[in-house]
């Protein structure tokens, strides 16, 4: 059985820092790609980050380039993403996807494995 466990996320003030964390197991974390999706209430879920199975490539949204770094440990089964200089379009459930080969990728429908969320609110 597949899981991806999100964690790490809460209430910071706008320009704080969190660092999230998703842990994978039931399936070879280090032969896909994986990726940080968000979804604020009333909108769709949208691309934030994807880095590829090695952690050499990466790719960001427009809006969190800079701000936001996405790595993995492979030999945890586990990704991070640091989120620095956070404002408050950035509040949202961020959810951890882990796709079905090693390429990276944006967009959700091509993401086979899906955590539970974890909540991010940014303060004025």
């Known amino acids: 059985q597949v899981q991806l466990v999100e964690s790490g996320g809460g209430l910071v003030q706008a320009g704080g820092s969190l660092r999230l964390s998703c842990t994978a197991s039931g399936l070879t974390f280090s032969d896909r790609a994986m990726a940080w999706f968000r979804q604020a209430p009333g909108k769709e879920r949208q691309f934030v980050a994807t880095?590829?199975?090695?952690?050499?490539?990466?790719d960001y949204r427009d809006s969190v380039r800079g701000r936001f770094t996405i790595t993995r440990d492979n030999a945890k089964n586990t990704m991070y993403l640091q989120m620095d200089s956070l404002e408050l379009g950035d509040t949202a459930v961020y959810y951890c996807?882990?796709?079905?080969?090693?390429?990276?990728?944006?967009?959700?429908?091509?993401?086979?494995?899906w955590g539970q969320g974890t909540q991010v609110t940014v303060s004025s």
């Open positions: 880095i590829n199975w090695s952690g050499r490539y990466t």
């Open positions: 996807a882990g796709s079905s080969d090693s390429f990276i990728r944006t967009r959700s429908v091509e993401y086979e494995y």
